[in-house]
């Protein structure tokens, strides 16, 4: 039996930063992943670091994605410096556009709603009509009426970054266990035992963030984590010259040039099916609001499915009946990168997740709704 001093299983966006950032702070970590076997939302994203949206009616949420967002940058250059792999972070603030003075009213009340909800902590936002939206998005289609803007948003390459984590966790001593499914686990406080085959592993703290496989992992543990799948379907484009720096929500072009079309919000299980008709909206909205975009081929298409909460807001606990053991999950798994390495990993190694993280609990769902 190999005895370490952490266990992290799924080596996905949210186990690889964790594990990364317990490496980091001195624990001999395993980071254990089941493989390609298992739905994996971090190989299939839209790469968004993204703010602006994010935490409307939960403001510690909002804050958690603001402080990840100014994380990012110290991960990225940790990364670039230790590894070579640049996860090619770029953070200009980000556009959320709209089509229809509807669309433009609902999103005025809605960026409202998060600066009156952020009150002393602050909350910067503009609504910027066409013609200043034209200087930030050059060649910007005569449908789009106006749109949302912040300075904290930005996109990465989350498959780097991926890589850029796990490479940067086996060199800071991290030991990376792919391709291996759980037979069997054994939870005490501050002791748990995972086995498959022969191999034994334990340690005195365990994180769950093996995304929607944490449904079934969590209660072996004393937890819950009741996340769903949510399919999100992708078109890339073929390569352009540079158009423009600042991404949306919907459309951004990426460092090597290729335009990202995303992302659809599809509940139908785990089914991982693409669909013509739901691509096709994508497609039309995206070209109504850059014409341009018709002239280009689509050269690669998926979908995936995230890992959703039941309110969209992330869950990250800590057990009580086997005090060591944590888990996190979030359908944002890319944006919280900097918080999972920076600061949610350093929780871990203290012993004990901060009083901030209490309203992320899954201890809300008990908490009967208002009417
Ligand atoms: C279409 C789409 C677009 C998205 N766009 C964005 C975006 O723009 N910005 C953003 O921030 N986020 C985005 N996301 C979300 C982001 O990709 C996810 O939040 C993130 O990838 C979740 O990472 P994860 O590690 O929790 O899950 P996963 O990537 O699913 O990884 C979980 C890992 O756990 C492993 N595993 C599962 N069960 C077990 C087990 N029993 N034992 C061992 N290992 C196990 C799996 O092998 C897997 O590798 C998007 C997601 C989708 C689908």
């Given at each position: 039996m190999q005895r370490i001093d952490a266990i992290v299983i799924g080596g996905g966006l949210v186990g690889s930063a964790i594990a990364y950032g317990l490496a980091r702070a001195g624990l001999k970590t395993a980071l254990i992943d089941e493989g390609d076997v298992a739905f994996r939302a971090s190989r299939g994203n839209f790469g968004l670091v993204w703010v602006q949206s994010k935490g409307l009616g939960a403001p510690h949420y909002q804050r958690w994605t603001r402080r990840s967002a100014e994380e990012w940058p110290k991960l990225a250059a940790e990364l670039v410096a230790g590894t070579?792999?640049?996860?090619?972070?770029?953070?200009p603030g980000g556009v959320h556009l709209c089509l229809s003075d509807q669309e433009l009213d609902e999103r005025r009340a809605r960026m409202e709603q998060m600066r009156a909800e952020a009150g002393n902590f602050g909350f910067d936002y503009r609504m910027l009509g066409p013609s200043e939206l034209k200087d930030m998005l050059?060649?910007?289609?005569?449908?789009?009426v106006g749109a949302s803007w912040t300075p904290y948003d930005g996109h990465a390459n989350s498959l780097y970054l991926l890589h850029a984590l796990h490479n940067g966790f086996v060199q800071r001593g991290g030991v990376y266990i792919p391709n291996r499914t759980i037979d069997y686990a054994a939870a005490q406080p501050n002791d748990f035992r995972l086995g498959s085959g022969a191999d034994e592993v334990a340690a005195p703290k365990i994180v769950l963030a093996?995304?929607?496989g944490n449904a079934k992992l969590a209660p072996l543990f004393g937890l819950r984590a009741p996340v769903r799948p949510q399919r999100g379907q992708i078109l890339v484009t073929e390569r352009a010259g540079r158009v423009f720096d600042m991404p949306t929500t919907t459309v951004r072009q990426t460092v090597e040039g290729g335009i990202m079309i995303g992302d659809s919000m599809e509940d139908v299980g785990f089914d991982t099916s693409q669909r013509p008709d739901v691509m096709a909206a994508m497609a039309e909205r995206a070209v109504l609001s850059f014409p341009w975009l018709a002239e280009l081929q689509v050269v690669r298409a998926w979908a995936a499915l995230r890992v959703m909460p039941p309110d969209g807001t992330p869950i990250y606990d800590e057990s009580e009946?086997?005090?060591?053991a944590f888990t996190a999950n979030c359908h944002s798994g890319v944006t919280l990168a900097g918080a999972h390495a920076n600061v949610f990993a350093a929780m871990v190694a203290a012993g004990a997740l901060a009083p901030e993280m209490v309203p992320f609990s899954a201890r809300r769902f008990d908490v009967p709704q208002a009417a």
């Open positions: 070579g792999i640049d996860p090619a972070l770029e953070q050059p060649r910007l289609g005569p449908a789009v093996a995304g929607l009946q086997f005090p060591g």
